[in-house]
């Protein structure tokens, strides 16, 4: 299942999945998988996520769910 607040979260920066997996220093493919509930993303990915982004933990978790 897509995990729909991602891909929300993405277009809401006005990012494409190549700008994003840029800034967090993944694959563009990577990224798509992730975002399209395919890959779990590793810890890596999600502290990259958080950390360039400033987001707040209760925020990341709403990122991570599979819907």
Not at 11 to 20: F, G, P, T, Y
């Amino acid at each position: 299942m897509p995990r729909t607040n991602l891909k929300v979260f993405r277009v809401r920066k006005h990012l494409s999945q190549a700008e994003i997996s840029d800034k967090i220093g993944c694959g563009r493919a990577t990224y798509s998988a992730i975002e399209n509930g395919t890959r779990n993303g590793r810890t890596y990915f999600w502290n990259e996520l958080q950390r360039v982004f400033d987001l707040p933990n209760a925020e990341m978790w709403e990122l991570m769910k599979n819907e």
